[in-house]
């Protein structure tokens, strides 16, 4: 796999690229969530730390604790919590597009073959009643 196809962007910068052309859509990656939650606990896809981070950002969202608490700070408390927001959506397209491209280039591997390497041609045993030429 390639390094440049598969390296994690920025996740503020993943929400602009979401409806790039060429990219996958909205729906294929909300799809893509769970196969790659799945994966990732299986231990095939590296995405472990990342999907860590996205589930304690979605906690600090729905928590009612909060570190710059709404009631005191009115604006500023709700700019803490649009920040958190904005970094899981673009976290999650992020991670949900690099998944998706991880699978596309799994399904072209092919298992027990590394770089094209068959193994060693060895003829095949001579046939029975065949003559042997010397």
């Given at each position: 796999m390639a390094a440049s196809t598969l390296r994690r962007r920025m996740a503020w910068t993943a929400l602009l690229r979401v409806f790039k052309p060429g990219t996958p859509?909205?729906?294929?990656?909300i799809a893509?969530?769970?196969?790659?939650?799945?994966?990732t606990m299986?231990?095939?896809?590296d995405g472990k730390g990342r999907l860590a981070?996205?589930?304690?950002?979605?906690?600090?969202i729905v928590s009612p604790i909060d570190l710059v608490p709404e009631a005191i700070f009115l604006v500023?408390?709700?700019?803490?919590?649009?920040?958190?927001?904005?970094?899981?959506?673009?976290?999650?397209?992020?991670?949900?597009?690099r998944f998706l491209e991880w699978e596309k280039e799994r399904a072209r591997v092919v298992p027990g073959q590394v770089g094209g390497y068959a193994g060693p041609r060895v003829a095949p045993?001579?046939?029975r009643g065949a003559r042997r030429t010397a």
């Open positions: 859509g909205v729906g294929r990656r893509a969530i769970p196969r790659m939650i799945g994966a299986r231990g095939e896809y981070m996205m589930a304690v950002a979605a906690a600090y500023f408390g709700l700019i803490d919590d649009a920040a958190v927001a904005t970094f899981l959506a673009g976290a999650l397209l992020d991670e949900t597009e045993p001579p046939r």
